[in-house]
């Protein structure tokens, strides 16, 4: 929400500004008015209860999901106009791991998106997808089918695939869940990598514990930006209490029900069926 | 799902029509010859036959009769586009949709029949696509506007469909016109009815499907793997997805008359899921799917050709079926047999290393002076009878672990000859009794099991470890020398030694 005076300064647009984004979807609850400027080079934990929208910010900035109101900008464009500037880590349940492909055709769908239509991969695409398996440490996996890694190693294969994207701004769906101590030290060993690089990361976190370590960052959301700015700043008992301790419940409520009416009107379309 | 099943009776009932004398009996009976099996309609295609099994199947392969020709080009077709266009639904969870789509048509071919009163390809392929993308279009709709589950929306739509399919393809034969009408081949099928107008659309819809699966294999295998993310990299998901769809469609359509709208989804699903279990990659499941379907084309066409009066879909529904049992039962990862096989390997190898584990423990007894066991010491140590433990010992020495002492050959009493364990059987006993050692102190040390409870799990875990978590425990209990219960663990130098 507050914009940091160095943004200012800087001349080049913001790696990614949220204005007034609502969401509604059927069952779901939803975001209302989320306004958000992220500056270049920081990495972001959104940080929330469960239902609290963090998903649904994500998919919506990426437009996954339609937007009932406001708008989402990368580095100043259209999402749909800068999608090479952005990498994306679903989360990891969200695929089937018996699809028949082996670790490196999963990185090496990183690449497509700079492909443009009707070309195959090249030798160079090949070579950076290998050296992102490097980088996660999983190149002795590379010929692996999918379904034969473990959970740590799966999200592992996810991030190199976000690696080979070679984008400006990431955004990770819980890179964390169901992976062992030793990944996660991995993983968070390469997204301040990363950041050293300049590029800008923005993390869906469940656990509360390790936020404030792993981020210089905090979005506090709960259906609407509880808060959101230096994680000094932000991680304080009032903000965490207004996050998770249910003072937004009549909004909540409202919102559902508003959820509900609206999908009795019109269907929210399912996207990635 | 409703699906006519063949019923005996009413099956020679029909077949008796082709005889009956009245053609008042004929009209009234030959509406029953299109839910059951077309048994009274013999394939024309075998109406040449010969006699013996041999020259009938020179004269089939050799495709110098136009007809076998146009049943073979026509099933290899098929079995090419729906094998391919199969593998995308078999991956992505889809297969109820193949069996939604090829019963959803039926209303449609009914309608373009009545079009203009003929079996014209082209009428019926649009009606059937129509009918088609009409059916998949309701399922999505009811899926989203009701809380009903995608299979529950699929269960209904095919049945309805096809329920209304059944009604006006009966009334079609009903009519004036609809007595020669072949619609009865829609239902389960027959190569020889297919024409040369279908031949063609046939030929064209294939080349579709390989040109574009080809042109554009990269984004089906990205929005089949992970439609969110081929999205985010600008990839038109939805576009690609319902082209697929339409492609899908039409490969229905077209396989209506040769496999049946009863089993058309078996030819989309069989061969698709014996490639699945044969390979780990997209693009040669594809390659084997499309090589199965087109193989199931030709099997059934022979035998429908050999057997003079069975329907062709069936049969190549039944060829797919083959392929994929051998599939399971011969695959080289997945299949029975080799799971079978790796488990008795298994089995063997963990017998072989209890062996010699014993054989570690009885010199370890004399304190290592003795190296040298008889069978009967070792039945003693094992707590087993004499003849396993020859039959222990014998595997020891097939495999090269052990070997008998030299002079000792005269021996005649059983349990009395000599062996002492090879060098390598020597590494491999250490190393066992490392491991279950090792495990039990992890156990003790690291996760606070007492330490007579640690046996039984070492036990298990010592044949599971492999070098990098033997070098692992080593790191987290600093190579240590004593197990808990203070035994020497064999060293790595003994082992290599």
Redesign the interface.
Known sequence: METPNEMRAAKSPPPLEVHDLTVAYTKRPVLYGIDLEVPKGSIVGVVGPNGAGKSTLI?AI???LPVASGWTKVFGQPF?QA??R?G?V?QRE???WD????AM??VL?GR??R?G?????SKADKEIATACLEKVKMLPYANR?ISNLSGGQQQRVFLA?ALA?ESDLYLMDEPFVGVDATTEAAIIEILRELQAQGKTLIVVHHDLTTAPEYFDRILLLNMRVVAFGKTEDVFTFENLQQAYGGRLSILSEVALERARKRAEGD??????? | MCRSHPDRPAARRAQTTVWLPSPYFRYALATLAIVVPTLAQAAQISDLAETSWTEQAIEFFSLEQPIVRTAIVGTVLIGFCCGILGSFLV?R?LALLGDTLSHAVLPGVALGFLWNASKDPWAIFIGATAAGVLGVALV?WI???THLKEDSAMGMVLAGFYGLGICMTTMIQNMAMGNKSGLDKFFFGQAAALSSGDIQLLGIISLVTILLVL??Y??F??I????????????P?RAL?YGLMALLTFAVVVSLQAVGVVLVSALLITPAAAA?LL????H??LVLAAAFGMLSGVLGAFISYLSNNLPTGPLIVLGATLIFVLALVFGPRHGLLSKILRRRRQRKRIALENTLKSVFHLCENSQFTRKVFEASELALERNSNLPAIESEIRNLVKSQLAERVAGTNGARLSGQAQFQLTPQGWIRACEIVRNHRLWELYLTNAADYESDHVHDDAEEIEHLLGSDLVRRLEERLQNPIHDPHGRLIPTREQITA
């Open positions: 998919k990426m437009g996954l749909n999608v090479t952005v994306y679903p969200s695929v089937d699809f028949p492909v082996n055709d999963v769908m497509y998106g492909l239509p009707f070309k195959r991969p089918q695939r994207q269907t929210p379309e399912n996207v990635g069926q | 991956v969870k999505g899926k989203q506007t042109l554009f990269k984004e295998l990205a089949s793997f992970d439609s969110g993310f081929a999205q985010t990299i600008g990839m998901a997805h699945f390979t780990d990659r997209m040669w499941m």
